[in-house]
């Protein structure tokens, strides 16, 4: 299975110029791709600019949403539908991130219906974010262990099985709430350990194995090989370095085949 590296922009950048900047440091970079599949999930009204800027760069770049509505259709002034993203050609979607969580008051009901939105879609697949604050990672593993649980537990509520099976389609992301833009990423050895027990839950509880669980939180070109260069890691969810165009040509040039 690819290490999946998606670039989350969060609602950045807001001129037009640096999106086309940012952009560039695609140019010229070859990519491994036997290895690695890159995802990026930019404020949705730059996709069509983005899509065909990758087009041009003959950049082989999956496109990815931040967020989706867990309805189909309907008078959702604001709202995004995950198919409306699948006829663009989205290929994945944050679902559940920590700022939807804490600024959007996302509950585990909702991200488990936007989950099931995305799957519905037929979008290849959610990207479910989980993470502990630093007042539960205080408190000691056995807290860090019931919040994540919870949590994976909360989005899995039924998924029926087979979608998930048959097809790989659902991705998690550990993003430690302490990390995400702190600039204090977690050690490699934090993340695999929260990482092996999301997998252990899914294993448990679904008969899931091969769920991809990626690391996020203050992943930048220095740190992403600690993280992305272990077995028990798929991949990384990167914020803040993705939207720095020096930072993510580096990124990407230690993802060079
Ligand atoms: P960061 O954000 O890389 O800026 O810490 C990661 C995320 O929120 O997905």
């Keep these: 299975m690819k290490k999946l590296i998606a670039f989350n922009w969060k609602m950045h950048p807001n001129k037009l110029k640096d999106v086309e900047g940012v952009l560039m ?22 996709l069509p600019l983005i899509s065909s800027v990758f087009y041009e760069l003959k950049a082989d770049i999956s496109l990815a949403l931040q967020n989706c509505s ?10 995004l539908s995950a198919e409306m993203g699948k006829n663009f050609g989205i290929d994945y979607v944050i679902v559940g991130h920590s700022e939807r969580r804490t600024y959007f008051g996302e509950t585990d009901e909702m991200v488990n219906a936007k989950a099931k939105a995305v799957l519905g879609a037929g979008i290849m ?6 993470g502990e604050s630093l007042t539960i990672r205080n408190k ?13 537990i909360g ?8 979608k998930v099976v048959t097809n790989k389609r659902v991705i998690f992301a550990y ?15 934090q993340a695999v350990e929260v ?14 194995s091969g769920v991809r669980v990626l690391y996020g ?15 028990a890691i798929d991949g990384a969810l990167v914020g803040g370095a993705s939207v720095d165009k020096k930072e993510l040509k580096n990124i990407l040039k230690k993802l060079h085949s």
């Design 25 to 46: 440091a695609f140019d010229g970079v070859d990519i491994d791709l036997d290895t690695y599949e890159i995802a990026i999930a930019p404020p949705a009204v730059y």
């Design 140 to 152: 000691g593993k056995a807290a860090i262990r019931q919040h994540i649980k919870k949590q994976v």
């Design 217 to 231: 939180g203050s992943v930048n070109a220095k740190n992403i090989m600690e993280f992305v260069g272990q077995d």
């Design 155 to 162: 989005a899995m509520k039924n998924l029926t099985s087979d």
């Design 175 to 189: 993003e430690p709430i302490w990390a995400i833009g702190t600039g204090k990423a977690a050690t490699p050895e």
């Design 195 to 208: 990482i092996a027990y999301i997998k252990e839950v899914i294993e448990a509880n679904y008969k899931l």
């Design 125 to 130: 697949a959610p990207i479910i974010c989980v």
């Design 70 to 79: 867990w309805e189909h259709e309907g008078a959702l002034t604001g709202e």
